[in-house]
């Protein structure tokens, strides 16, 4: 099911006044497409992510599903940068939840989510709780608990942004192969250019606060993709691409601040 | 396991602190030996009449008031009418604090209309309004039981209305996202998520609830470990006040840990 997002604008209510944060947004995602966004800091991508699943109303514009509005909303999961977890839940409940939430019985749920558990390499810590893993370790979970309610859609925000350089090599590694076994259709959000090349078939380029879409670009790299593909000479030019348009927003959203 | 070894395993190596003196509970043998020794100094110092038997009578006299009163029965019955009073007025109080608490904590209305009522009622020590609720209840037991409830109400109220509070806002998201229904959002979210600081709450109430049943008792009651110290304290009976007073920090520590116990049993995702 392919969506589209129609003019969709954002503006927060504060104390201090009316805040844009997202201004005439419009990007079309089709059905199993890996989109990934990315853009300066605070320019609302989070937003933007929230808007899709449906967490916040925008303030004018609208989502449309297949033409549909929002109304017939495909399921979508959202996995969070991190803390998205709940402490109070042992890795397999977590994992559980979406499944809990749709009122799967018991035994069912644990089954789904032992496999799943064990596919992102956390088997042996079913039982464990979230704060006795790490960070890299909680991820996987919540990634696991992502795709074991099997959503049409997955939405990511910055899944791999709290961690070390190495263990998000592994995970962005790990991601791709999951996907390629689903295929759903994501959106990740990220501050890495060079993650935004390996993951995506698409990469948006955001301008900085309030957010619109600067650039759309597709990523001509053949899948299944490895960590080399980075290595290619176009897409060395791609990134260096991106890097250009996204200097120039950041250094506005600077002087802005400044 | 295949993933504990790599970067993002974590570390098992103790401390350097806790390696060079493995297993040897060191401090606590010294700790130990102290309480013993001033214990032993005390005995040697009030027999040999070095320090006066009528504000320090040995311990030894202590220990055999303890057992007289334990033997007749009277420390029995006393700690009885405490710890009812203790429960009984924490139950009346905690409960409706934690509901309200709760409450509140969740919608901004009902706070705006609570939070004046309990900065004005919460500073007022709850000591003093005794003789006042005595007017009302009269001196009977409910006078009593009203007096800790009012004191175990206001702690477990702002501890359970700052549970719901600081529940990280992600946690709603995360809900909201799987599809979860408000009775689900309370069951599997709020409930679990408040449970800390609402055990803080039960913590600090039963504390204050040990403290103004014994305050009651020393001014206005008949029975319980207040009303025995204060007997005690009218006949100069030294020995029976310190066996009491051992009885109430017995029964403080003993709250102290069963709180724990429950803590441990009821939020086993809180690293200690």
Not at chain 1, 13 to 30: K, Q, W, Y
Not at chain 1, 67 to 72: E, S
Not at chain 1, 188 to 206: F, K, N, Q, S, W
Request: hydrophobic content about 45%; overall charge neutral.
């Amino acid at each position: 099911m392919a969506f589209e997002c129609q003019h969709l604008s954002k503006t927060y209510r504060t104390r201090n006044g009316p805040i844009p944060a997202l201004e005439d947004v419009s990007f079309r995602v089709e059905d199993q497409e890996f989109l990934c966004i990315v853009g300066p800091s605070g320019c609302g991508k989070t937003t933007l992510l929230k808007l899709i699943a449906g967490l916040l109303e925008p303030t004018s514009g609208q989502i449309t599903f297949d033409g549909q509005p929002a109304d017939g909303r495909p399921r979508c999961a959202l996995v969070f940068q991190e803390h998205g977890l709940f402490p109070w839940m042992t890795v397999l409940d977590n994992a559980a939840f979406g499944l809990e939430m749709r009122g799967v019985d018991r035994q069912e749920r644990h089954n789904r989510a032992q496999a799943f558990i064990g596919r992102v390499g956390l088997g042996p810590f079913a039982n464990c709780y979230p704060h006795e893993l790490s960070v890299g370790m909680r991820q996987r979970v919540a990634i696991a608990r992502a795709f074991v309610c099997d959503p049409h859609m997955l939405l990511m925000d910055e899944p791999f942004g709290s961690l070390d350089a190495q263990t998000r090599l592994v995970l962005q590694e790990e991601l791709l192969r999951i996907w390629k076994q689903y295929r759903k259709q994501v959106v990740y959000v990220t501050h890495d250019i060079e993650e935004a090349i390996l993951l995506g078939d698409r990469v948006l380029v955001m301008t900085g606060r309030p957010g619109g879409i600067r650039e759309d670009i597709t990523i001509p790299l053949a899948r299944p993709r490895d960590l080399r593909a980075g290595e290619q000479h176009d897409v060395a030019e791609i990134k260096w691409h991106i890097w250009e348009i996204l200097k120039d927003e950041v250094r506005k959203s600077l002087y802005v601040t400044a | 396991m295949a993933h504990m070894g790599n970067t993002e395993g974590r570390s098992t190596q103790e401390p350097l602190r806790d390696r060079l003196s493995p297993g040897l509970p060191v401090e606590q043998l010294v700790t130990a030996f102290l309480a013993v020794l001033v214990l032993a100094l005390w005995e040697w110092g009030s027999r040999t009449g070095r320090i006066s038997t009528l504000f320090f009578p040995p311990p030894s006299a202590t220990v055999r008031a303890l057992r007289r009163l334990l033997s007749t029965g009277r420390l029995g019955g006393n700690l009885g009418a405490t710890l009812y009073r203790v429960f009984v007025g924490f139950g009346l109080g905690a409960v409706p604090g934690l509901i309200l608490g709760l409450l509140s904590g969740w919608s901004r209305q009902l706070r705006a209309v609570v939070d004046p009522f309990i900065a004005a009622a919460h500073p007022i020590p709850k000591v003093a309004i005794l003789p006042l609720v005595m007017i009302i209840f009269g001196i009977g037991e409910s006078s009593k039981l009203a007096v800790v409830a009012i004191a175990c109400f206001f702690p477990m109220l702002i501890n359970a209305m700052a549970a719901v509070r600081e529940i990280p806002p992600i946690y709603f998201e995360v809900a909201a996202n799987y599809g979860a229904d408000l009775r689900r959002v309370f069951s599997r979210v709020v409930a679990p998520a408040t449970l800390p600081l609402a055990m803080s709450g039960v913590r600090l109430s039963l504390n204050t609830a040990l403290v103004l049943t014994l305050a009651v008792e020393l001014v206005a009651a008949q029975r319980g470990l207040g009303a025995m110290m204060w007997l005690a304290w009218e006949t100069l009976r030294t020995a029976d006040l310190y066996a009491t007073l051992t009885v109430t920090a017995i029964l403080g520590i003993g709250f102290n840990l069963i709180v724990q116990a429950l803590e441990r049993y009821l939020i086993p995702w809180h690293a200690d």
